[in-house]
């Protein structure tokens, strides 16, 4: 359980600041790295690897356990998390979609450790991915916004790329043993866990 929790932190955290680029323009540097390095530590071994240690997901526990707890304080958040778990069973069951983004990931890994992962490229190609690959999937992943912001080409780009990260998120949470279930029949399992 503690395994699924860190994976479900790690797509909570994610989606937080898909939500707050959409509507600010701008994201957390710290989370917006740790999403996006994510994206790129394939065969890590556990899921506290993949996000770089427990400590980089407290922002997401939080989230977590304040939902768990009924004190979630954006109503859109809890959708779009639902929206990824969906989209994660199409992705997974179209192997010829996840496997464009496993060999397109390992095509963006060399410009991303030259430059960092969260260079204004590295977006873009990761961006450019999403749209030209997991976009094409149903359930379709609807972003909120402020209309000024996601406008611009830049912001769409960096928003499909956290997004790509939450998609990797809940791909690591099923792996772990998640189903929806959890959150009908596990919910005080999972707040221990957090």
Not at 75 to 102: C, M, N, W
Request: aromatic share 6%; net charge neutral.
């Amino acid at each position: 359980m503690e395994q699924r929790v860190l994976a479900l932190a790690g797509m909570a955290q994610a989606l937080k600041q898909v939500r707050r680029i959409a509507e600010t323009g701008q994201a957390d540097a710290a989370v917006l790295s740790t999403a996006l390095d994510s994206v790129f530590r394939i065969d890590a071994t556990s899921p506290a690897d993949v996000y770089g240690g427990r400590d980089a997901v407290v922002p997401g526990l939080m989230l977590l356990r304040d939902y768990f707890g009924n004190q979630g304080s954006d109503p859109l958040l809890p959708k779009l998390g639902l929206a990824v778990v969906q989209l994660e069973r199409r992705f997974i069951q179209d192997s010829a979609v996840s496997g464009e983004v496993h060999h397109g990931i390992l095509e963006i890994k060399p410009k991303a450790e030259e430059l960092g992962h969260t260079h204004p490229e590295v977006l873009a190609a990761l961006g450019a991915l999403y749209a030209d690959t997991v976009s094409h999937l149903r359930p379709k992943v609807m972003v909120q916004g402020n209309p000024h912001y996601l406008g611009q080409a830049n912001v769409v780009a960096e928003i499909r790329a956290v997004l790509l990260a939450s998609l990797r998120s809940a791909v690591l949470w099923r792996q772990m043993g998640g189903s929806l279930w959890d959150f009908l029949l596990r919910r005080q399992q999972m707040l221990k866990s957090i």
